[in-house]
């Protein structure tokens, strides 16, 4: 007799003998370090097949760089055809949006996402690997002795304290992208067709049976971040409008609360005028609560167009990004 352990058994996803992973690297004007990126990821990739018997291919996307990073990705893909593939975008459409991209374009039965400037050693691919062999679906990961500024690590620590609070996601380290997802996270991810998003985040809503390891991280190779302060909090930004609608929600409760408030003191004043008379003091005392809810009131308005700023967007149907071309072999998948 089938037993129900068995029959929960079956719907566990099958793992192939010999699995495809495939490695999706975003490229914005990395050319200098992106040599030392080739020796170190492909001679980790080439120890991996004989150490756990998968295949590999590399799928690299390059953002719109405006320096050499687009030659020397080809020069790449004419070393290594049979497993290096270059999607090439019409422009700059962002980390988030080029990794999607590598969604499109990998096949692999796991996905490995990593920074192309070196901060995300491709020696740790290893470990990923063995724990997406292993049945997880999500492997997340968490800087160790992380190596960015002090301010962007205080920042961090904030940012993801606050998005625990207002969202149900629970990871760690938001920030870091070298992460590892099954096929089933990824064909959801394709499904998922919001502008802003923020891909680390979105896998994570998705997956059944994540995990959590600390990798190594490095200083950048070569080149400066990517990312200004500005970047930076719009991505924040994102993080939390596209997972959570609570900020709006809050501001209901504030308002709420402040008009209670509001109501008791209109009443107070009401009581004041019939037992003492009229009274001039304390105008300027209401001119200051009038401009702090008038500063309440026009932050809650730009936190609205916020949301509805992202709805036009979504509603525009734009593509999300451009392909001007891919560079690959004949006859790879
Ligand atoms: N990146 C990208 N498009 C962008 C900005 C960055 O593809 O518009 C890539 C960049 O080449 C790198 C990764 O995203 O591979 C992370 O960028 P960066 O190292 O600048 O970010 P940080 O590590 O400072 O957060
Ligand atoms: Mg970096």
Same mark, same amino acid.
């Given at each position: 007799m089938q037993t129900i352990s068995d029959s929960l058994q079956k719907l566990v996803p099958q793992i192939p003998s010999h699995p495809l992973v495939s490695i999706v690297i975003p490229v914005y004007n990395e050319e200098e370090g992106l040599e030392q990126l080739f020796t170190r990821l492909y001679s980790s990739l080439d120890q991996l097949v004989i150490d756990l018997s998968v295949r590999y291919e590399v799928v690299f996307i390059n953002d719109g760089s405006s320096d050499q990073s687009a030659a020397k990705l080809a020069a790449q893909f004419e070393k290594r055809p049979d497993t290096t593939r270059v999607v090439l975008f019409n422009g700059n459409f962002g980390q988030h949006m080029a990794i999607m991209a590598g969604f499109n374009y990998s096949h692999g039965d796991f996905v490995i996402t990593l920074d192309a400037d070196l901060q995300n050693p491709p020696e740790e691919i290893h470990r990923i690997v063995e724990l997406l062999l292993k049945g997880h679906d999500y492997v997340g990961t968490i800087r160790e002795a992380r190596k960015d500024s002090r301010f962007r690590r205080y920042a961090s620590k904030a940012m993801n304290q606050l998005r625990e609070r207002i969202t149900k996601i629970t990871m760690t380290d938001q920030g870091c992208m070298m992460r590892g997802y099954n096929r089933r996270i990824v064909n959801l991810m394709k499904k998922s067709k919001e502008l802003n998003t923020f891909i680390p985040a979105l896998g994570f809503t998705y997956a059944s049976h994540p995990i959590e390891i600390k990798v190594k991280h490095e200083e950048r190779f070569a080149g400066e971040s990517k990312y200004s302060l500005y970047q930076l909090i719009r991505l924040n930004f994102d993080l939390v409008t596209g997972f959570s609608v609570l900020p709006l929600q809050a501001f209901s409760l504030i308002g709420f609360f402040l008009a209670l408030g509001s109501a008791a003191l209109f009443i107070y004043l009401i009581f004041r005028r019939f037992i003492i008379g009229a009274e001039v003091e304390g105008v300027f005392t209401l001119f200051a609560l009038n401009f702090f809810l008038m500063g309440v009131l026009l932050f809650g308005l730009g936190l609205l167009g916020e949301y509805v700023g992202r709805i036009y967007q979504q509603v $525009?149907?734009?593509? $999300?990004y451009v392909v001007m071309g891919v560079l690959e072999q004949d006859d790879q998948q």
């Amino acid at each position: 007799m089938q037993t129900i352990s068995d029959s929960l058994q079956k719907l566990v996803p099958q793992i192939p003998s010999h699995p495809l992973v495939s490695i999706v690297i975003p490229v914005y004007n990395e050319e200098e370090g992106l040599e030392q990126l080739f020796t170190r990821l492909y001679s980790s990739l080439d120890q991996l097949v004989i150490d756990l018997s998968v295949r590999y291919e590399v799928v690299f996307i390059n953002d719109g760089s405006s320096d050499q990073s687009a030659a020397k990705l080809a020069a790449q893909f004419e070393k290594r055809p049979d497993t290096t593939r270059v999607v090439l975008f019409n422009g700059n459409f962002g980390q988030h949006m080029a990794i999607m991209a590598g969604f499109n374009y990998s096949h692999g039965d796991f996905v490995i996402t990593l920074d192309a400037d070196l901060q995300n050693p491709p020696e740790e691919i290893h470990r990923i690997v063995e724990l997406l062999l292993k049945g997880h679906d999500y492997v997340g990961t968490i800087r160790e002795a992380r190596k960015d500024s002090r301010f962007r690590r205080y920042a961090s620590k904030a940012m993801n304290q606050l998005r625990e609070r207002i969202t149900k996601i629970t990871m760690t380290d938001q920030g870091c992208m070298m992460r590892g997802y099954n096929r089933r996270i990824v064909n959801l991810m394709k499904k998922s067709k919001e502008l802003n998003t923020f891909i680390p985040a979105l896998g994570f809503t998705y997956a059944s049976h994540p995990i959590e390891i600390k990798v190594k991280h490095e200083e950048r190779f070569a080149g400066e971040s990517k990312y200004s302060l500005y970047q930076l909090i719009r991505l924040n930004f994102d993080l939390v409008t596209g997972f959570s609608v609570l900020p709006l929600q809050a501001f209901s409760l504030i308002g709420f609360f402040l008009a209670l408030g509001s109501a008791a003191l209109f009443i107070y004043l009401i009581f004041r005028r019939f037992i003492i008379g009229a009274e001039v003091e304390g105008v300027f005392t209401l001119f200051a609560l009038n401009f702090f809810l008038m500063g309440v009131l026009l932050f809650g308005l730009g936190l609205l167009g916020e949301y509805v700023g992202r709805i036009y967007q979504q509603v $525009r149907k734009r593509p $999300r990004y451009v392909v001007m071309g891919v560079l690959e072999q004949d006859d790879q998948q």
